[in-house]
Structure formats: structure tokens, C-alpha cells
């Protein structure tokens, strides 16, 4: 009869257990339904800007622009994280002065738009790096938007070689020097309607993809600003320096 009584006993814990896995089951199929049909839909209007950018596709085929070949790619990654399967990375040489300068020039205006500055300072010659342009690209845009959205009006990006690395320092000069009409710049004002909040996602991208690349990440904030530091290790170098 104890048995008995135990057996009878033990039934709404297994049902429940049952219930509990299979309702786990069904929430991670809508979930996963929900993120492929969001990927779909981010996809369309990629696609549209990068016909818009490109035009006609010559002989040469179309190339992409910066942001939107940094987007699909940003899609890939949570496309395979999604659906399974191993995402291309495609790893190659990568000219470091091209790659920095392009991150500097994607958002200058973002910058001016929250009245700062942002100043390049290129003392590595030539430097290649190897590994995923497009998630180098990723990390130093982060690194830049956060000195932008963070950090003072004066934001210098200072690049160098040091011990077969390239050494990228990202510096603000803090919030105390902002202006009081910083507030009210369109970027501000944008941020606030957005309902932005911080996760740290940004600085979370950066080290992982420093440590994937073989290289080192260091960030450090005080009242007179912040500094980020990415060194990534050189492939090769090209002859010349530049000052």
C-alpha cells in the first residue's frame, strides 16, 4: 500500500517534469520561428540599400558599402547561431590603415551630430593584419560609438606599431567637458526617443573579438575620460612608413 501510495504520489511530478520539458520545447520553436522571421524581414531592406548604393552591377560585380556589408554580416552570425551549421568567415589579409580610416570615416558625422570630434592619429606605416575583415571593422566601430555616445567632445583614435602589433588607442575627454547643448543635439534627441539603454554589448563584441584574432583588448574610464585599447597582431607588413 506504500508502494502504492508512493507510485500514486509520484505521478503529478512526472506530469509536471513531462509538462515542464515539452512546454520548454514549444517556447524555443516560437522563439526560434520569431528570430529566423525577423531575419527575413531585417534582410529585405539590406537588400534594397545595397542595390541602392550599388547600381548596376558591372564586370567587376557590385561592392558593397561599408555599414551594409558590416549588417549582412552581423545576420550571418545570428543566422548560424539560430539555425546551426558553421558560419563562413573569410579570413584573409587585411590592410590595417584602410580598415581604421573607413571605421574613422563612418562616423564622423555621427560624431558631429553629438558635437564632437574625432581626430586620427596614424604613426604604423603600412601595417596587414590577418583574420575577418568584417568583424575587425565591427569591433573598432564599437569602440568609436562608445567614445561618441559615452565619452567627451574630443575623441582621438591614435594607431601604432609596437612588438609585431598594431596598437589602436581609442581616447575621449570626458563628460565633464561636454557642452550644455549637448543635450539638446539631434543625436541626443534621437537616442532619446529610441528609449536607448546600455547593455554593454559593444565592448563585449570587442573582446571577443580580440581574443579570436589572437590579439589583446584593455579599457579603462575615469572623470577625464576613457580609454580603449585593441593591439592585434600583424600578418605582414608593407614596406614604408607613414607619419
Known amino acids: 500500500m ?12 512526472g506530469a509536471a517534469l513531462v509538462f515542464l520539458v515539452v512546454g520548454q520545447r514549444l517556447r524555443a520553436v516560437r522563439l526560434r520561428k520569431t528570430l529566423n522571421e525577423a531575419l527575413h524581414e531585417l534582410r529585405r531592406p539590406l537588400q534594397s540599400l545595397a542595390l541602392m548604393a550599388t547600381g548596376p552591377v558591372g564586370a567587376a560585380g557590385p561592392r558593397l558599402p561599408g555599414t551594409v556589408h558590416l549588417a549582412l554580416s552581423a545576420l550571418a552570425r545570428i543566422d548560424a547561431e539560430i539555425n546551426g551549421g558553421e558560419r563562413r568567415r573569410p579570413l584573409g589579409p587585411v590592410p590595417g590603415r584602410a580598415l581604421v580610416e573607413a571605421a574613422v570615416g563612418r562616423w564622423r558625422s555621427r560624431a558631429s551630430l553629438a558635437g564632437a570630434k574625432i581626430e586620427l592619429r596614424w604613426r604604423a606605416g603600412l601595417p596587414l593584419l590577418r583574420g575577418d575583415r568584417a568583424e575587425l571593422a565591427q569591433a573598432l566601430d564599437n569602440l568609436i560609438v562608445n567614445a561618441i555616445e559615452h565619452g567627451g567632445p574630443m575623441i582621438t583614435v591614435d594607431a601604432s606599431t609596437r612588438r609585431g602589433r598594431l596598437h589602436i588607442a581609442v581616447a575621449d575627454s570626458g563628460t565633464a567637458n561636454r557642452p550644455p547643448s549637448r543635450r539638446e543635439s539631434p543625436s541626443e534627441a534621437i537616442a532619446r ?4 539603454r546600455r547593455h554593454g554589448h559593444g565592448l563585449a563584441v570587442v573582446r571577443r573579438v580580440a581574443a579570436a584574432h589572437g590579439g589583446r583588448f584593455v579599457f579603462d574610464r575615469t572623470e577625464r ?19
Open 2 to 13: 506504500t508502494r502504492f501510495g508512493g507510485a500514486e504520489a509520484g505521478w503529478p511530478l
Open 193 to 196: 526617443l529610441t528609449g536607448r
Open 225 to 243: 575620460g576613457a580609454l580603449a585599447v585593441l593591439e592585434l597582431p600583424l600578418g605582414a607588413e608593407r614596406h614604408g612608413r607613414v607619419a
